[in-house]
């Protein structure tokens, strides 16, 4: 069953059956450039545990992204909680493999995302964080109608700054 349906995306529940192809992005170190490190197979499982634990336990999670026209396994994208700046957020996270890149799959995606967040979960607000220097990740927010809140040290990548976007479901409520 699907969670979310775009014109070219489904966003459907993750599956352990995902691991190869999830586990394929997330060793590759130009798509994992921003986080810590790569991910091996067995983390990328974890992953997964984590993600449909999240479904379980909040409703929500990272959901397998799905090309329509070819019914192709792509990424993932979803609502996740972090941690930002020691307060538990509401955070849009994906996951995309490069050779969609630059076809703004991340931003269908993630829009969606957004919009089920406050139609479906209704909350007030809903964030991105990312690597100062992850400028891709930074436009896919500003296109998500999101705005630049701040920066502050990075946790996972010592002596570098992460930052946070965020859009109010007032915001929002604007531009529908």
Not at 45 to 64: E, M, P, S, V
Not at 70 to 94: A, M, P, R, S, V
Not at 104 to 129: G, Q
Request: with cysteine; proline share 1%.
């Amino acid at each position: 069953m699907n969670v979310i349906e775009t014109k070219r995306i489904q966003l459907r529940k993750l599956a352990l059956t995902d691991t190869d192809s999830l586990a394929e992005i997330f060793a590759d170190t130009e798509t994992m450039q921003y986080y810590s490190s790569t991910k091996s197979r067995e983390q990328t499982t974890q992953w997964i545990k984590w993600n449909i634990d999240n479904y379980a336990n909040h409703g929500f999670g990272l959901w397998a992204v799905i090309l329509k026209q070819t019914n192709t396994f792509i990424g993932d994208c979803g609502i996740t909680l972090q941690n930002i700046e020691n307060e538990i957020k509401h955070e849009i996270g994906y996951h995309i493999h490069k050779k969609h890149w630059n076809q703004n799959i991340a931003t269908e995606s993630a829009i969606a995302c957004r919009d089920y967040a406050f139609e479906v979960l209704k909350l007030n607000e809903i964030f991105v964080k990312t690597n100062i220097r992850n400028l891709a990740s930074r436009k896919v927010a500003e296109k998500m109608g999101m705005t630049f809140r701040k920066t502050y040290p990075s946790k996972s990548r010592p002596g570098e700054l992460s930052c946070f976007y965020s859009v109010t479901k007032e915001e929002w409520l604007k531009t529908v």
